[in-house]
């Protein structure tokens, strides 16, 4: 059996996701340590304040949106609220429901806990190859016709430099997966609005966690990713030679690319959950 002791892993998810991560990781044997990449906050400009708050009355009201989507889990924290949640569990039975869409288990638990029905959830399907757009399209592309003949519209709830932060789908990648759903939308005849309710940045690090994260270029760590943004940053402190023999796991192909075109020596995607993570370490060995 593969000894993934001998393997140590750095967890680069926003706190405090990097946390849980790493006491999941060490609960199965995995030496973890955190070294967040990317730092959340509420949006703060003005115009985006008010168009989340716009935003949130519309859905409230109903009658506007058909499905709202939810790009990460921290969309879900961000907008949704006790009063949205009650507005949607308690639409008429006659009327088109609102629905919430998610790419995947995470950001569908972040709705949960929000207050939402698992009723109103729809997200892909368990077995589903990556937790994406395109999978979660395929959950819900039935609902788009009678949406598209109500009038009603699509709410990408999204973070203000357009990204993510769980599926793949974020700044660094332009938002492929969410305009790639806008579009399908679109052509279906839905109309699509975006909303900014949080902002994502690279975090102060302590100069003990640089000189950490120094040692990791060249002690055989691996670093998980499950942003593109946050391979950017990385690659904003180190150069491509630095980075060249060092290791890395994606929880989506477009991260892998990133952290590829980063100059990462060994690049390996999986599904975003703790038990594909673990598989990917052990085909290491």
Same mark, same amino acid.
């Given at each position: 059996m593969a000894d993934i002791t001998l393997l140590r892993i750095i967890v680069t998810r926003p706190q405090p996701e990097a946390d849980a991560w790493v006491s999941q990781l060490q609960a199965h044997g995995v030496p973890a340590r955190a070294l967040p990449l990317i730092e959340i906050g509420p949006a703060t400009l003005p115009a985006d304040q008010q168009a989340a708050s716009e935003a949130r009355a519309a859905c409230q009201r109903g009658g506007r949106y058909g499905a709202i989507m939810l790009v990460s889990g921290n969309a879900a924290q961000y907008f949704l609220d006790e009063k949205l949640a009650l507005a949607l569990s308690c639409q008429a039975p006659t009327a088109i429901k609102t629905r919430v869409w998610s790419p995947g288990p995470g950001t569908a638990r972040a709705a949960l806990a929000q207050g939402i029905p698992a009723t109103l959830i729809d997200q892909p399907a368990p077995g589903a190859a990556q937790f994406d757009s395109e999978s979660l399209w395929a959950q819900v592309s039935s609902q788009v016709p009678a949406m598209a003949a109500a009038g009603l519209r699509?709410? *990408? *709830?999204?973070?203000?430099?357009?990204g993510d932060g769980g599926s793949g789908e974020n700044s660094a990648s332009g938002g492929t997966g969410r305009q790639w759903l806008a579009t399908q939308l679109q052509a279906a005849g839905v109309g699509v609005d975006f909303v900014a309710v949080y902002e994502r940045r690279? !975090?102060?690090?302590? !100069?003990?966690q640089m000189a950490h994260a120094r040692t990791t270029l060249t002690d055989g760590s691996i670093w998980l990713f499950s942003s593109s943004q946050a391979v950017m940053h990385l690659s904003n402190i180190f150069s491509p030679v630095e980075l060249a023999a060092v290791s890395a796991i994606t929880t989506h192909p477009r991260i892998a690319r990133a952290a590829q075109k980063a100059g990462f020596a060994s690049v390996k995607p999986c599904r975003p959950t703790v038990a594909d993570v673990i598989a990917s370490l052990e085909s290491r060995l």
């Open positions: 699509v709410l *990408v *709830v999204r973070g203000a430099s357009e690279m !975090p102060q690090w302590t !100069p003990e």
